[in-house]
């Protein structure tokens, strides 16, 4: 059966330089589109990605990341921030890796960029005060 | 030009009073200089807010009928264990304080989702709460088990009672290792990837009371949302720490005791926090008001960022293995401008000590003080200064015989 899955992948800074993506195609026949990627090579990846192939494929493509220490997760429809609940300590905007949240200087509020958000969902567990909501 | 708080006490009385907030503070000096602020300005308000974990409640919880005795025994509020080692109906609960079936770090990063610092929340927000204790027997005291249902406002003395609160400058935590770690810093992306830091800088209390002249033993304060007082020095109160040509210290230094009646407060100045992969805590509001008694106070409440020096700190290494390596300092204006070099690398600042609600802390403190709700006070007795020769001692190393390290 085919199946398509959006998913983030987190890449360790170790795993950053290597062709994990090449092996998704060649070894398991997936189809790929990325959606959003951010890769330094001694940093921390971030990708957002649809992929697509036979059910047992992919199923096998997700042992081989998690063996390779990618983090597989689903990517999630919507973040949203809760303004009344929120503190603006900011412990959110330094696991941002996609930069939707931020700053706005020099009052030194947090806000939430929707449209560069890519549902990663580090937020949601960095939040002290929980103030970070995943909507589905 | 010297006033007396005196002085400064029959203004707020009279509501002729000059109040502004440390931020301001800062234009006031460095348009008017010090002298003439000085004559200006009567009071200057300060503020921080963010996670303190020496901070904890201490309660009366009246007693049951027929009566048990919960010192000694054991006690739970919302699950979150109490310290129950004092008198029958005395209890104390820490911000840091995690159930029992917690998984902790188990999975890792843990998320601690409810502690200490949670119910303290729930307290103040008015919220039921459920206190459970088992305990044994006495001809006095024969009841051994409890279970009920409290609030905040039908309990006896319910006060806040930090140990330690008001760090005067903290450390900037970095990671140079290849992993991230999960601090009570926050999370630190690995490879200098983030630079986490954590004092309100300017509107900091401490760095606008240096050398501790308005801050003492029995300072009126603002905390939690109401007022309080400062009990003592603080736990590992270091004032003797390194200090700029202006006296201010370029690391940890002072801090504060601080104490305050819970049932003033609000969640809005006092929230429960977890902090991931390191336990919960809580957000503590502070703010001290600063009697502008002469120049030299003027002076040290217009300090600003650009003066102020943090030390940055490795957190994957140096930090957690006691080491007392300083990867160089960098000025509280260009952590607030969004990033830092570290090593010759551009890493971007996160604050975690919220600087909106500093603000708004300082600015409340200036509308109690302008509508004659808060009049300041003297210290009854210094906590000890700058060249008291007291200093943050490490634990004692002497393991008893036939004891190896970890």
């Given at each position: 059966m085919q199946v398509t899955h959006r998913v983030v992948l987190h890449f360790p800074p170790a795993v950053s330089g290597k062709p994990i993506v090449y092996h998704l195609v060649r070894d398991y026949n997936l189809i790929f589109n990325i959606l959003k990627a951010s890769i330094g090579l001694e940093d921390q990846g971030l990708m957002v990605m649809e992929l697509s192939g036979e059910e047992a494929d992919y199923r096998k493509a997700t042992d081989f990341l998690a063996k390779r220490g990618v983090r597989l997760q689903p990517l999630y429809q919507d973040i949203r921030k809760d303004d009344e609940s929120c503190v603006d300590c900011g412990a959110c905007v330094g696991v941002c890796p996609s930069e939707a949240l931020k700053?706005?200087?020099?009052?030194?509020?947090?806000?939430?960029?929707?449209?560069?958000?890519?549902?990663?969902?580090?937020?949601?567990?960095?939040?002290?005060?929980?103030?970070?909501?995943?909507?589905? | 030009m010297t006033k007396t708080l005196e002085e400064i006490n029959e203004k707020i009385r009279r509501g002729k009073v000059v109040v502004v907030t440390a931020e301001e503070m800062v234009e006031v000096v460095r348009e008017q200089g010090a002298a003439k602020a000085a004559q200006r300005v009567d009071v200057v308000t300060t503020g921080t807010f963010g996670a303190m974990c020496s901070s904890g409640v201490m309660m009366n919880l009246g007693h049951s009928r027929p009566r048990i005795k919960l010192g000694g025994g054991r006690v739970t509020l919302n699950g979150v264990p109490a310290y129950a080692g004092l008198a029958a109906a005395d209890i104390y609960l820490g911000a840091t304080a995690i159930p029992d079936e917690d998984p902790r770090n188990a999975v890792y990063p843990g998320e601690f989702r409810y502690g200490g610092g949670h119910v303290i929340e729930d307290l103040v927000a008015g919220r039921q709460v459920l206190l459970e204790a088992a305990t044994y027997g006495t001809d006095c005291y024969p009841r051994r088990q409890l279970a009920t249902w409290i609030t905040l406002e039908e309990l006896n003395e319910v006060y806040l009672f930090n140990p330690r609160n008001g760090y005067q400058n903290y450390n900037i935590?970095?990671?140079?290792?290849?992993?991230?770690?999960?601090?009570?810093?926050?999370?630190?992306?690995?490879?200098?990837?983030?630079?986490?830091?954590?004092?309100?800088?300017?509107?900091?209390?401490?760095?606008?009371?240096?050398?501790?002249?308005?801050?003492?033993?029995?300072?009126?304060?603002?905390?939690?949302?109401?007022?309080?007082?400062?009990?003592?020095?603080?736990?590992?109160?270091?004032?003797?720490?390194?200090?700029?040509?202006?006296?201010?210290?370029?690391?940890?230094?002072?801090?504060?005791?601080?104490?305050?009646?819970?049932?003033?407060?609000?969640?809005?100045?006092?929230?429960?926090?977890?902090?991931?992969?390191?336990?919960?805590?809580?957000?503590?509001?502070?703010?001290?008001?600063?009697?502008?008694?002469?120049?030299?106070?003027?002076?040290?409440?217009?300090?600003?960022?650009?003066e102020i020096l943090a030390p940055i700190v490795d957190y994957s290494e140096a930090y957690p293995s006691r080491e007392p390596e300083v990867m160089g300092h960098v000025s509280y204006a260009q952590l607030k401008s969004g990033s830092i070099e570290v090593e010759g690398k551009t890493v971007p600042t996160t604050p975690l000590s919220s600087y909106p609600r500093a603000r708004e802390i300082a600015e409340l403190v200036k509308e109690w003080i302008g509508s004659g709700t808060l009049e300041l006070t003297a210290p009854v007795a210094p906590i000890p200064g700058a060249d008291s020769g007291v200093a943050v001692r490490p634990m004692p190393d002497h393991p008893p015989s036939g004891t190896a390290a970890e």
């Open positions: 700053f706005e200087r020099p009052e030194m509020k947090v806000v939430l960029d929707p449209d560069s958000c890519v549902a990663c969902a580090e937020c949601v567990t960095a939040c002290p005060v929980r103030a970070m909501k995943l909507t589905f | 935590a970095v990671n140079r290792s290849d992993r991230t770690i999960y601090t009570y810093m926050g999370t630190l992306q690995a490879n200098l990837g983030s630079a986490n830091y954590c004092s309100a800088g300017q509107l900091s209390p401490l760095f606008n009371d240096p050398f501790y002249r308005a801050t003492g033993i029995g300072t009126r304060i603002f905390l939690g949302g109401g007022i309080g007082y400062v009990a003592w020095q603080g736990t590992q109160h270091s004032p003797g720490a390194k200090r700029t040509d202006k006296g201010l210290p370029m690391g940890g230094a002072g801090t504060l005791a601080v104490i305050g009646d819970l049932k003033q407060m609000s969640v809005r100045h006092l929230r429960g926090a977890s902090l991931r992969g390191y336990g919960t805590s809580l957000m503590v509001g502070l703010g001290i008001p600063i009697p502008v008694l002469d120049e030299e106070v003027a002076a040290q409440t217009g300090v600003s960022d650009a």
